[in-house]
């Protein structure tokens, strides 16, 4: 049985457009680059886009892995990594003048280095082009690859690294096959060991099938891991061939997440039905380093 629970009144989402949106979707046109917000069919592309927030995915837009939750394209790469793809996220930003830019990609288990060398160099464009943007990356596992293309990555100096675990571990072989939940957590552990003054961040989503204790079991093991920010968000459908949605999870349940959160001693936490990994991710960045 595939039938849905119904979709709450809190799940609510804003049409996109307007001015700002329109801007956004041009300069992202015109470098010929490709966003998460779209491919993922995120929620709040209209609010983010038309702040000039977005999620800047590198790399393609086909992914070696198959997560069940996840609305990009499988398959095999047609394509090489483009050499100039590092300019063109650098002039993006730029051009939209990000004070916090998100960069993602898709996993490339084709490459050697998964990507690794291509990441710091998108790092390093920007930076050489917006000085003072603060740069946030999510990055796949590197579960193929030598411990060195995560020091790679971690050369390049983001200010933050995120890296997903998506959910708890007793869901992985089905929702998130190719992957594994202890090789992610410590993956975010050597980012803290490498460089302590760095950032690290994680996410999973809820209402995929998980029960509240093995929520709180993956917060503890990230913050075992020393990782300082949280986000969770509700799980939606992206097309009926994707996992179902188990559960809407009830807002108070959200905040009562947060402030369990806050208790286990992570920095900065977004838990609400619409959050999302790079949601307000900015915002937040900067209200944290303020204080
Ligand atoms: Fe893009 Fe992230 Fe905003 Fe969604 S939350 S629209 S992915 S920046
Ligand atoms: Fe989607 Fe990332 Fe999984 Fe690829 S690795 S299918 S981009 S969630």
Redesign the pocket.
Known sequence: DNAQPKKPSWIRVKAPGGKGYAETAKIMRDNNLV???EE?G????G???SQG???MMIMGEVCTRACTFCNIATGKPPEDLDVFEPGRVADAVQKLGLNHV?ITSVDRDDIADGGAEHFAQTIRAVRHRSPDTTIEILTPDFIRCGPEALEKVVEARPDVFNHNLETVPGLYPEVRPGARYFHSLRLLQRVKELDPSMFTKSGIMVGLGEDRQSVIQVMEDMRAADIDFLTIGQYLQPTPKHHRVDRFVHPDEFAAYEKSAYGKGFLMVSATPLT????H?GDDFAQLRAA
């Open positions: 966003t998460v917000c993922a995120c929620p709040n592309v609010e983010c886009w927030h977005a999620t998100v999302r990994s790079s949601y991710a």
